[in-house]
């Protein structure tokens, strides 16, 4: 054997010496097993031979992972090839305009500016930093959590005993896949939808995702949809016991009424199920949005006198990743008046906690509520720059937005372009785009479009001045008139 093995090799190699450790460690002695005894060799007696175990797992794969094991070997996104080249060249509008604009990852880079000054301003270390402390967040830092969330879009009477924190929202719907579902029953999820929600919910609790099918071109929510959708699932043999609503919408952007949050909570109380109101985008609405409204709002409106005004069923996670654009700081936060749902996930927190330092410096961050209130309006406005960027890079080919009030991405409709009407053409438009006009959006397959040809623009991911948040909008706009041609 040559010194140095290939991982293939290597892999092989280590599964011999299991499988012979194995069989060595379960057997009880025969032939050819020896021992020391007053610095002689000695054969042992042969003693009767017992049936050795594999260590290849029940599965049949050699790796020894259990079956939920190789479930988690599922990637949760589907374009990560594609994304991992873009990232190793991306744009940049002065040293490197011709990088890869990534737009399938929503993410804001377009206030960091701001962000990295204060953080620079509050990053002295406290001593309770490196030490244990509350894995669901000290009270000082959920104290200046719920005050953002009241003081800003939630606009309801947020208690600091009413929240949690976990390393992330994604973590949070995890937590609560598993605390409020059992493995093989399912969420309900409004469509388009956003295509990561998959993997939060089925990763480890294993809740399947059942998508509640709306309509293009305004996707309103019914509770036709939302009865029908419960049926097949009932019909199916499955048992609907969530329903996961993300508002302001991803991927389309769209806001849901107080009209349609009443409607929802009213329907999931006759059925009993949980409503968990994803919020992350709540303070990304646009200077002209016609007004967001918490589903925390909506429930203290309806139960005005209760101090646990959502009762046990409605739940909102939110994070730290959109709003503010700090997704690798990994913040999370549920807020919900069901203790003892709170209790459950607190336990679960030990395994996914934020980490003291960055409690520390956010704390100190959200501590200056002059600082936020600027931080939120002026996020707003950069935001609103860039999706009117897009608006008019779509137009200038001629392809349809669905009319956005929130988030950091739209849904656009390329159907035109599309060689013929089938998910393997629009595949093919979206490989075409990023190969030849180095340009990357999330297909609207992934997002369980009803049709083939849309798909979602993150226009929040380029790097952008603070003086023009649209300027990786208008470079856009140059290489799809290139692609395409301008409209007619």
Known sequence: MSSKMNPEELNTFALKIAISQSRVASSTGGRGWWRRKGGRAVQKPEQKKTETRSVVCASGDPSGLSARGMKALTPGRDDLQQFMQGLSDPYHPVTNEDGYLVLLVAENKLC???????????????????????????????????????????????????????????????????????????????????????????ARGR??????????????????????????????????????????????????????LKMCIQWAACHDIHIICDEIYGNSTYTFAEGFSSISKVCRDLNPTS??????????????SKDFGLSGM???????????????????????????????????????????????????????????????????????????????????????????????AEQELWMELFESSRVLFTTGSSCQSEVPGFFRICFAWPSASEEDPAIAMKELKKRLVAKFGPAK
């Open 330 to 424: 990994r913040v999370g936060v549920l807020f919900t008046h069901n203790k003892t749902l709170l209790s459950a996930v607190e336990n679960l927190s030990y395994f996914q906690a934020v980490s003291n330092d960055t409690q520390s410096v956010l704390t100190k961050v959200l501590q200056d509520k002059d600082f936020v209130q600027e931080f939120v309006s002026e996020n707003r406005r950069r935001l609103t720059a860039a999706y009117t960027g897009l608006e008019d890079a779509m137009a200038a080919i001629g392809v349809p937005l669905t009319p956005a009030q929130g988030s950091l991405m739209a849904w656009a409709d390329f159907r035109r372009y599309l060689k013929e009407d089938t998910w393997e």
């Open 207 to 260: 809740v399947e995702l059942v998508k509640a099918r709306c309509k293009h071109p305004d996707y309103q929510l019914t509770e036709d949809i939302l009865e029908k959708t419960y049926q097949d699932c009932v019909a199916s043999g499955s048992n609907p016991k969530l329903l996961l609503l993300c508002n302001p919408c991803n991927p389309n952007g769209v806001i849901y009424s107080e009209d349609t």
């Open 307 to 320: 101090e646990l005004y959502m009762g046990n069923n409605v739940h909102v996670a939110y994070g730290f």
């Open 112 to 202: 960091w500016s701001m962000l990295k000054t204060k953080f620079s301003q509050c990053r002295d270390i406290e001593d309770w930093v490196p030490c244990y402390s509350d894995f669901k967040g000290v009270l000082r830092f959920r104290e200046a959590i719920s005050d953002m969330l009241q003081d800003t879009f939630v606009q309801a009477p947020v208690s600091a005993d009413c929240i949690l924190t976990q390393s992330g929202c994604g973590a949070i719907l995890d937590s609560l896949a598993w605390c409020l579902a059992e493995p093989g029953d399912s969420c309900i999820v409004p469509s388009p939808l956003y295509p990561a929600f998959a993997n939060d919910l089925r």
